[in-house]
């Protein structure tokens, strides 16, 4: 690796900054989802097992530089105290006097980053303020490494950093994925606009052995092939640009793997009236709302004999039955095939931890990232300037 992990650093009576994403959903002043929270825990006990003092940084919320109220880590404080079983005291702006007055195995959360436009801004001078808690600065949000910031990017250059523990496993994890993966190699793409991920095909195609291509996006490759796709989601104007990258994956080696029959109803609405077509069979008043059972059987034969799999978004239209069926069932196949040791499997962004979730399939894939626009620029081949900050 190119960037340290805590077991380098000596944080036996050191002050430890550490950049978390806790930024977790609420509704009605109550957190819904604490998986977030969850994640940082093994970087927080480490520290104090270590002997160091633990400072907690994030973001909620987009309060665009500007003090608001219900955007306060406030809030959140005691949810994080009793996900991680420790007193939690919330520190409001008055950084320097909260840290001094830190005592035993108390961890300090402080204000909300993104109350301070110097956060966003990436200023050195909030930078410096808040490099000047601490004697170790600590990165376990690769959620907001995509991002140059000041509490990602520019307080790296002002203490000896590190990595955190879900920083380091997230990196470990992508680098067994795509960076020096055994092959086969399948990359899973899936959601609802080719034009979202115009820059994820382009860098896949030409890493990955197999691209499976699934959701609204499939029914432009289908239609740019001169297939009728009836009413789906399609991006008509885009059939020159699909063409291409079929061009491209195929000269780079790379088999495209578009749904070998659909399923196709006249509403999109749950347990709607449907039926399984090949897929030049699409009814001029009917939409393509999932990939049919040959298709799933087509992918587990792929990947029964892939070796990795990057796996982002969903084959249809997940949220609602009967349309979950191909990513249910694919999901489960991947699931199950890593449970058995025959596959790495590493998926992330977008709608694809709820995909997976909802598939009952998440807790057997190898790894899981919740970091969205981080994973998919990582995805693409971007250089994560958090990420950066700590290989410098």
């Known amino acids: 690796m190119a960037w340290k992990t805590l077991d380098d650093m000596d944080l036996a009576g050191k002050r430890v900054l550490v950049r978390v994403d806790i930024n977790v959903p609420m509704e009605d002043g109550v957190v819904t989802d604490t998986t977030r929270i969850e994640r940082i825990a093994d ?37 994080v105290a009793d996900v991680l079983g420790l007193p939690i005291t919330w520190a409001n702006t008055d950084y320097r006097d909260a840290v001094k007055e830190m005592e035993g195995n108390e961890v300090l959360l402080l204000e909300n980053l993104r109350f301070n436009p110097g956060e966003e801004a990436n200023d050195p001078a909030f930078a410096k303020r808040l490099a000047s808690l601490c004697d170790i600065y600590v990165h376990d949000a690769f959620s907001a490494a995509h991002r140059a910031h000041a509490s990602t990017e520019a307080i790296s250059k002002l203490r000896p950093s590190c990595a955190g523990r879900l920083m380091a496993a997230e990196l470990s994890a992508l680098e067994t994925a795509l960076g020096c993966p055994k092959r086969p190699v399948v990359a899973l793409v899936g959601g609802a606009k080719v034009s979202t991920k115009l820059e994820l095909l382009g860098n896949l195609m030409g890493k990955v052995d197999y691209l499976i291509i699934g959701g609204g996006m499939a029914n ?40 070998r029959d659909i399923v196709v109803a006249r509403e999109f609405a749950a347990n709607a009236v449907n039926e399984n077509l090949a897929p030049d069979a699409c009814p001029d008043d009917a939409m393509i709302l999932d990939a049919g059972p040959k298709t799933v059987a087509y992918i587990e034969e792929v990947l029964s004999k892939a070796k990795t799999l990057l796996w982002n978004g969903p084959l249809g239209a997940f949220e609602i039955e009967p349309f979950d069926a191909a990513t249910n069932a694919a999901a489960q196949i991947a699931a199950k095939l890593t449970k058995a040791g025959k596959l790495i499997s590493v998926a992330g962004g977008g709608d694809t931890v709820a995909a997976l979730n909802h598939a009952k399939a998440a807790d057997d894939f190898t790894y899981i990232s919740t970091a969205g626009g981080a994973f998919l620029e990582w995805m693409e081949g971007k250089t994560l300037p958090g990420v950066a900050a700590l290989s410098n």
């Open 220 to 259: 432009t490759f289908l239609a740019a092939q001169g297939l009728s796709v009836g009413k789906s989601l399609c991006e008509h104007d885009l059939a020159d640009t699909a063409r291409d990258i079929l061009a491209k994956a195929d000269a780079a080696g790379c088999e495209v793997i578009l749904p």
């Open 43 to 79: 970087t927080v006990y480490d520290i104090q097992d270590a002997g160091g003092s633990v400072i907690l940084m994030a973001h909620f919320g987009r309060p665009k530089g500007k003090v608001v109220p219900e955007m306060s880590l406030e809030h959140i404080a005691p949810t």
